[in-house]
């Protein structure tokens, strides 16, 4: 009997959260580009999330483990991968390890350190959580303050990047019809929502310039691209400072020529009994300007939504922005490190070995971070066996073998790999000199596995992918 979670798995395919992107067999098929959703205002509150996956049921027999190993071994031990290869491959419905190989030992994780990322952040705020960014007023007539919220995925106009995304422009006239007859004069960035420095320990000096990540900032638009425009591989050019940028754009909308300046919204003052005893002479009564009055807000799609394009795309931004909301969540400051502390507490409070895991950053550009191929399995384990409707909501964003995402062009040649087209829905991870690959598949006899494949050393980049997708598709063939 095939599991519930096979099914469910299929069903994602075409039932993912908000997703529009047409990969795989589905480009050629549609042909001219799609246009982008409309943004349509959100619901709130949000009604409560259902479960999504049932619990993993068994399918067939648990395969054995000295057959999967006589399966696997020539294949891990190929000279393609490189001299230091760690591997784990649990069974979703029993828990019971069928191969194992430094499994317990943390290694360089590159992009599948979104795993655990996405894990961490839906089980602090939840799938609906939504970013709101605010606008207030400032100290002095005409000021206006935009106030950072942490969304990454922000529109300039209807040409958006993530579809549903929230609207610069919209927000600018919200802001306008607020003023009435008063001009705005200024506008004002505060950024106060991050701490500390803006690039992580681990960064390459080129990643900005290459255009695979932007500094990280609490405001900016289209994950601080320049252009609304996603590369498989990086090279989106980013802003140098994506949180002016975006100021600038909005203060266009808003008919401001003022440079744009970094500041601090103002509370909103006392009212009543206590604002009368403490009169000011610059009190808004005289001006009708009420500083830190709120002027506009947009909201962001909801954090599952958010955490799907974070996953398919391998975006590194929005995988920054998704981790801070772990510290937020728990009242603490968001900084490269403090999200790496809270981050890991969560994740110990969700049961898994975070003892495991060493994280300088939520997207797994840093090459210090190291994850056990053990604690990505087992934290993909726990989102498959329904105890937590919040964390099954990562399976949605797996990019799909040959298909969609970063594997949108892999699995695909004629040959054993292309037997796990479509089955196979996995978290990449490259940089150079690593490659790694950690998801779920179901095999020929309907069992569903979760594994974590993870090569450093590998000479050709190339060939090393297409080792981890032989061991992807061997299990996926294993009769074992």
């Known amino acids: 009997m095939v599991s519930v979670l096979s099914v469910v798995i299929l069903l994602a395919l075409v039932a993912a959260v908000g997703l529009v992107v047409r990969p795989g067999p589905v480009d050629g098929w549609l042909g001219a580009e799609a246009e982008s959703s409309p943004s349509v205002a959100p619901p709130s509150p949000d009604p409560t999330p259902t479960p999504v996956l049932a619990a993993a049921e068994a399918g067939g027999a648990t395969p054995d483990t000295a057959a999967v190993e006589e399966a696997l071994d020539p294949l891990v031990n190929s000279s393609v991968l490189g001299n230091s ?111 500390g420095p803006e690039t992580a320990t681990g960064w390459g000096s080129s990643d900005i310039g290459d255009g695979q990540v932007a500094r990280i900032q609490p405001f900016m638009t289209n994950g601080g691209r320049i252009e609304p425009v996603h590369n498989d591989f990086g090279g989106d050019p980013r802003y140098s400072n994506p949180a002016n940028a975006a100021g600038k754009l909005f203060a266009e909308y808003l008919g401001v020529t003022a440079s744009v300046k970094a500041g601090t919204a103002p509370k909103l003052a006392e009212t009543g009994a206590a604002a009368s005893a403490a009169p000011d002479a ?29 996953l398919q795309q391998s975006d590194n931004v929005l995988a920054e922005a998704v981790a801070r909301q772990v510290p937020l969540a728990a009242g603490k400051v968001a900084s490269f490190d403090s999200t790496a502390e809270a981050m890991i507490e969560k994740l110990k409070e969700l049961g898994l070995p975070a003892e495991e895991a060493n994280l300088y950053d939520g997207s797994g550009l840093s090459r210090n971070n190291g994850i056990s191929p053990n604690m990505l399995v087992q934290t993909l384990a726990l989102a498959a066996n329904g105890s937590n409707a919040d964390l099954s ?88």
Not at 87 to 104: C, G, I, M, Q
Not at 285 to 310: F, H, N, R
Not at 395 to 402: E, M, S, T
């Open 85 to 195: 290869v760690h591997v784990s491959v649990l069974d979703a419905a029993t828990s019971t390890s069928l191969y194992a190989k430094n499994a317990e030992v943390p290694t360089t994780p590159a992009s599948t350190t979104k795993l655990l990322t996405a894990a961490a952040a839906l089980a602090a705020r939840g799938p609906a959580y939504r970013l709101t960014t605010r606008v207030v007023a400032g100290e002095n007539p005409g000021e206006v303050v935009i106030i950072g919220a942490g969304d990454p995925t922000m529109s300039v106009d209807k040409n958006q990047l993530f579809p549903g995304a929230a609207r610069l422009d919209k927000l600018a006239e919200l802001v306008k019809n607020a003023l009435g007859g008063t001009a705005a004069t200024r506008v004002y960035v505060d950024m106060s929502l991050y701490e």
């Open 282 to 310: 610059s009190a808004p009564a005289e001006t009708g300007w009420t500083p830190g009055k709120e002027l506009g807000k947009v909201d962001s799609p909801p954090l599952v939504q958010i955490v799907d394009w974070m």
């Open 393 to 480: 909501a990562l399976f949605n964003g797996l990019p799909v073998a040959g298909w969609s995402g970063t594997l949108r062009t892999r699995f695909v040649t004629p040959s054993p790999n292309q037997s796990a087209q479509g089955i196979v829905r996995a978290k990449t991870g490259t940089l150079s000199g690593v490659n790694t690959l950690a998801g779920v598949l179901i095999t020929k006899d309907g069992r569903v596995l979760v594994f974590a494949i993870m090569a450093v050393g590998g000479a050709s980049a190339i060939a090393a992918r297409a080792g981890l997708d032989k061991i992807a598709a061997r299990l996926v063939a294993c009769g074992c």
